[in-house]
């Protein structure tokens, strides 16, 4: 039987008009407030489930895509959701969902197997580059290295990598110009294409 999680997680969605009723389940939700937490899971379920069909682990690993939104869910949702805006919403899943894989790759590598790939790339194109575990990592240290040198490049990387946001939404998330964003994308995608050679 499916707890009360679960079925809000497989709601129907309802569209989400970016209007006054958004903006009051952001507030509600910084506050901590469980049932505007769930609504805006749930207006954002099928998105989410995009975003996390992307970076998700292969089909050899038990982190199905809806297992990897559920455990952001998870991680979010006790402490509430310190959103601003639905971009920022995002992108906290987004970094919610970025220490699940990460954390998922390395309990894999310290069992020493070497199945299953993560289906993640760093195109915009909708094909993906298949990365091991251990590929990941190294993607994690490098972009952990580059939020050290550039921080603002490192949160581009996250948005568009980790959260599946595109440029606009990006934009708006990290309060810069799309022109920003492009540049920082592409700049941050050589520097961390050349890091993860390094290895």
Request: glycine share 6%; hydrophobic share 45%; net charge positive.
């Amino acid at each position: 039987m499916q707890d009360d999680a679960t079925r809000t997680m497989t709601a129907t969605p309802t569209p989400d008009r970016e209007g006054p009723a958004t903006d009051a389940l952001l507030r509600a939700a910084r506050s901590g407030d469980k049932k505007a937490i769930d609504r805006l899971f749930a207006l954002a379920y099928d998105e989410l489930r995009g975003v996390a069909r992307r970076m998700r682990r292969g089909p050899d690993d038990s982190l199905t895509t809806t297992a990897l939104v559920h455990e952001a869910y998870l991680k979010l949702s006790p402490s509430g959701v310190p959103a601003n805006d639905r971009a920022h919403f995002k992108l906290l899943i987004a970094r919610a969902m970025r220490q699940i894989l990460i954390d998922a790759a390395r309990r894999r590598q310290a069992r020493k197997r070497g199945g299953g790939e993560a289906a993640v790339s760093l195109a915009d194109e909708a094909g993906a580059i298949p990365l091991m575990p251990e590929q990941l990592l190294e993607l994690h240290q490098a972009l952990q290295n580059l939020e050290q040198a550039d921080p603002r490049r490192a949160a581009v990387v996250e948005c568009r990598f980790f959260g599946g946001l595109d440029v606009e939404e990006t934009a708006a998330a990290l309060s810069l110009s799309t022109a920003t964003v492009k540049r920082d994308w592409r700049l941050a995608r050589a520097w961390l294409a050349q890091a993860v050679a390094a290895e």
